[in-house]
């Protein structure tokens, strides 16, 4: 079936430092791929988007990578901070998502 | 602003108890969801509703039902909770169904079946 799912499910990064976080998708038909933000305790938080008929792009701080060719998406942080730990989601859809297992990153201080 | 509140949020339930989960939005948005997420992993979708007086299955749907009671509110039923219920819940609302529609949780309510 399909199914999106994550690289590395923790991800330790030092402070300042930038942290990549992966995801592969299996369904080449995916037009819709978000990244969400999840602290303990709290409901995932929406970061950014895209859409498949673009390959980048950029918010504050954070930036989307897509490449469709190898059915990859990444999510780039820059300049790591506390504030940014968190279990970062993946999800793919158009009308219904379906979610990744999650990455957990921690920042080193 | 309040956003997505979602009640309770703790509940432990025996095994056979029913209850429902309440949430309400005031983004005035269209469209509401309600997800289970179990331990290590992602969100897995039981029910929305596109729009108010409609809703439809989603991956997960077996053991629950819902009711969109108006454009704020979608509620979640367990008629008879089993142990694989327990779970987080999480409500979700966006502007509309697709596309590049963020969606909005709650913070969801933790559900234990004894």
């Known amino acids: 079936g399909e199914s999106v799912g994550l690289h590395l499910p923790t991800l330790s990064v030092q402070e300042g430092d930038n942290s990549i976080i992966n995801c592969a998708y299996s369904?080449?038909?995916?037009?819709?791929f978000i990244w969400y933000k999840q602290e303990s305790g709290k409901g995932p938080q929406f970061i950014i988007d895209?859409?498949?008929n673009m390959d980048k792009r950029q918010g504050q701080r954070v930036t989307v990578l897509l490449n469709k060719t190898v059915k990859h998406l990444s999510l780039q942080i820059a300049a790591t901070q506390p504030g940014d730990s968190a279990v970062y989601f993946c999800?793919?859809?158009?009308?219904?998502?379906?979610w990744g297992a999650g990455t957990k990153l921690i920042i080193k201080p | 602003n309040a956003g997505v509140t979602q009640t309770p949020k703790f509940q432990v339930l025996k095994t056979g108890q029913s209850m429902t989960l309440q949430c309400a939005q005031d983004?005035?948005?269209?469209?509401m969801y309600w997800y289970r997420q179990d331990p290590g992993m992602g969100l897995r979708l039981i029910y929305y509703?596109?729009?108010?007086?409609?809703?439809d299955k989603g991956e997960v749907p077996n053991g629950y039902n819902v009711s969109r009671l108006n454009k704020r509110e979608f509620s979640l039923r367990l008629e008879s909770a089993a142990p694989s219920q327990t779970s987080v819940y999480f409500c979700?609302?966006?502007?509309?169904?697709?596309?590049?529609?963020?969606?909005?949780f709650g913070d969801g309510t933790r559900l234990s079946i004894l």
């Open positions: 979700a609302s966006s502007a509309a169904l697709g596309g590049n529609q963020p969606q909005h």
């Open positions: 983004m005035n948005h269209n469209s």
């Open positions: 509703s596109a729009s108010e007086g409609t809703t």
């Open positions: 369904n080449s038909a995916s037009d819709y």
């Open positions: 895209i859409r498949s």
């Open positions: 999800a793919e859809g158009y009308y219904q998502l379906i």
